[in-house]
């Protein structure tokens, strides 16, 4: 990758941002640092693994268990827009599978993938606490509700 | 003229069906004052405009499924109906709710002026032994899934000697079909902060957080404006020393919403479950004592000590006192949040509050509790809400989560659904649910594949067994209980995709 270098060094401006922000009793809280990381970058690459082990003073393994463990961490560069829906018990009922089938459809990938583009990341979620108005899905942090399979192309192309 | 002032919600349900839209072209228009309020959780009237009305004793008027073609005749004040004349409203019981669709959610003045941080005010003039008391006399239990009695827990913390002790509001309970913890971080933040200050007060506690579903990012972000407000206006404070309440959020883990893990998580770690004893009440956040709660359970407190234990004993049945949060989804006429007393049959409360099923639906099943909660057929509609007689029938409250499945439900799907679930979200610390999940959300895809014959059948239900005998927590223990509660309830469903697999082999 050749913007490595520069994107280590925004990393390192970042991870000490976020340890001098806690406290000297309050040690950096691995997964806050995480969660830091990856809104600033979209994901956590794995080769930035050994980097923040050094400044939060855990082991590469830490890192790693913590990394994978969370379903919102990610450790792969994201299209620019994040597609959410929602899998939940009300998004079930009111036929979400449909509504999943017509974003298939519409961006041309399952969940877990990114369009060729690079613009859209498909993920699932089990519930947003929108049930009222389910089925859900949210693009970035826009919310939408009451979705039909039918509205998917004029939610999604406002985002091209 | 004096312009006309409107209500609309800023909910995050509100706004995901256009709510802001409506409130960008109100604001353009001169002779309207627009206030965004919390949502009277009457979602299926969302977006819904509410209006002052100075002549008579009418109350407001409300508009609601309000679109852009309504906003003149909102403006020149007609048409509408009055709040009043709305069931879904006026029959319930409001207390934890009774600020919801009227106040600013971080008015700090509002709060107060509807008597807000009275329980506080009382809490600091009592003795800590006599706030406990207090909640035992109330009878409140948790509201989250055990259902444990408050004031036993907060006893233990209070008795447990530590140099520092926390108070912890779980709000990453996310079973799906809940949304009255968002709800109440959104719109009433403040009630939350305050049965926070009277626990910490009550078990002598230094330091507090707000562990948030990253799924939440409006109520994330409420809660901690509510903060920073509340220590502005000198109110975090316990004991003349400063009390921090710090909002952290979670990363999509549904096992954190387990307290142990939730804690693990907390410290920055994988969030996988302790074996308990210990409890977190005696040894919890860096092994000190800790009060765990959900924030319902919290949001409770400040009304049982400004009105006392025994008003909140009086409500409700023998064993499950106060007023539930039911949030109704799912196929349903009228979804929405409703508080009403424990005891009301389900049955009722579908008809009553759910106004029966959507349009062109027929009722098939019935699931309270969130994704570990059992499925239900009409037969069964009758039962109480109440923690008991859940427990009896082998179901869970849990957060009051209801979701009503319709006719083209397909259950073996459903089924499978909930063991992927399973799967997807087991910590892995114990191999009844990490491996048993696996194996049978394989089990439910040959069946819903039509390839699976009676002995997998048979194969599904002992695992199924296994997971419910020998898991650590919830998750597991309880994973289960919806696949089998499809299986007693709807065999046809699952033998029909049998005999398709027997045929084409035989
Ligand atoms: S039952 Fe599942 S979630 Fe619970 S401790 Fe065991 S592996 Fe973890
Ligand atoms: S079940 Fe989809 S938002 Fe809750």
Redesign the interface.
């Known amino acids: 990758m050749p913007d490595q270098p520069s994107l280590d060094r925004n990393l390192d401006q970042l991870l000490s941002e976020e340890c001098g922000r806690s406290g000297p009793s309050d040690k950096p809280k691995l997964l806050k640092v995480l969660l830091a990381v990856q809104e600033r970058m979209g994901y956590v690459p794995p080769h930035s693994i050994p980097q923040i082990a050094r400044r939060v003073g855990a082991t590469e393994a830490d890192v790693a268990g913590v990394l994978s463990y969370y379903p919102d961490l990610r450790t792969f560069a994201p299209g620019r827009h994040v597609i959410r829906i929602c899998m939940g018990e009300s998004c079930f009922a009111n036929r979400c599978s449909r509504v999943l089938r017509a974003l298939n459809d519409h961006l041309g990938i399952v969940i877990g993938e990114t369009d060729a583009g690079r613009r859209f990341t498909l993920e699932k979620v089990y519930c947003m606490g929108n049930c009222a108005v389910a089925p859900t899905v949210a693009v970035n942090q826009d919310l939408f509700g009451r979705v039909e399979p039918e509205q998917i192309p004029s939610i999604v192309d406002c985002y091209r | 003229m004096t312009p006309a002032t409107l209500y609309l919600s800023n909910d ?2 509100s ?3 256009g709510a802001d839209r409506l409130a960008k072209q109100l604001r353009q228009q001169s002779n309207a004052r627009l206030i965004r309020t919390s949502s009277r ?1 009457a ?2 009237l ?1 977006p819904m405009i509410e209006r002052d009305v100075t002549e008579g004793r009418e109350g407001r008027m409300v508009w609601c499924n309000v679109t852009a073609s309504d906003l003149p005749n909102i403006v020149a004040g007609r048409g509408g109906v009055p709040l009043r004349s709305i069931p879904f409203l006026s029959a319930q019981s409001r207390f934890t709710f009774s600020n919801f669709g009227i106040t600013q959610p971080l008015a700090l003045d509002e709060y107060r002026t509807r008597g807000g941080f009275e329980g506080l005010e009382r809490a600091l003039d009592m003795a800590r032994d006599s706030i406990i008391e207090e909640l035992k006399i109330a009878g409140l239990r948790g509201r989250g899934g055990a259902a444990y009695p408050v004031w036993s827990k907060w006893q233990a913390a209070r008795q447990t000697e530590s140099d520092e002790k926390f108070v912890v509001v779980n709000a990453d309970e ?6 009255c ?3 109440v971080m959104e719109g009433d933040p403040f009630r939350l902060i305050e049965g926070m200050l009277i626990c910490a007060r009550a078990i002598g506690a230094t330091k507090g957080y707000v562990y948030c ?5 409006a ?1 994330a972000g409420a809660m901690r404006a509510a903060v920073r407000k509340v220590e502005e206006a000198g109110l975090l404070e316990l004991n003349g020393r400063p009390f921090a309440i710090d909002v ?7 096992v954190c919403g387990e307290e142990t893990a939730l804690l693990e ?8 479950v302790r074996a308990k004893p210990p409890y977190p009440a005696v040894s919890g956040l860096y092994r000190k004592p800790t009060i765990v709660s959900n924030v319902l359970t919290f949001a409770t407190v400040p009304n049982i000590l400004t009105r006392g234990g025994a008003w909140h004993a009086s409500l409700g049945t023998d064993r499950s006192r106060g007023t539930i949060a039911l ?5 349903v006429a009228q ?3 409703v508080e009403i007393p424990f005891g009301l049959s389900l049955r009722k409360v579908l008809d009553q509050f759910g106004g029966g099923m959507a349009a062109g639906s027929r009722f098939k099943a019935v ?1 309270v509790g ?2 570990l909660g059992s499925l239900f057929p009409e037969s069964k509609l009758d039962i109480p809400i109440c923690y008991d007689s859940f427990s009896d029938a082998g179901a869970i409250l849990g957060h009051g ?1 209801i ?4 006719e ?2 397909d259950m073996v799907e ?1 089924a499978r ?1 909930f063991m992927a ?1 399973t799967a ?2 087991s910590c892995g610390k114990c191999t009844p649910c990490r491996i048993g999940s696996l194996r049978g959300r394989e089990l439910l895809d040959l069946v819903h594949g039509g390839r699976a014959t009676k002995a997998e059948l048979t194969l599904l239900t002992d695992l199924a067994d296994t997971m419910r005998t020998a898991s650590l927590c919830a998750l597991g223990g309880r994973a289960p209980y919806p696949v089998l509660t499809a299986i007693e309830h709807f065999p046809g469903e699952f033998q029909t995709r049998l005999r398709a697999q027997e045929a084409g082999t035989g």
Do not use: C, K, N
């Open positions: 995050t349900s706004r995901a069906v959780g979602f299926f969302e996310g079973d799906a079909g809940t949304y913890d968002r709800m579903r990253q799924e939440y990012p109520a952290v959020l979670g990363a999509g883990s549904y998580s907390l410290e920055g770690r994988r969030g996988v949030q109704i989804g799912g196929r979804p929405g949040l699931q969130g994704p989560g979701v009503v499945y319709d083209d439900t459903l659904h679930f997807d979200e």
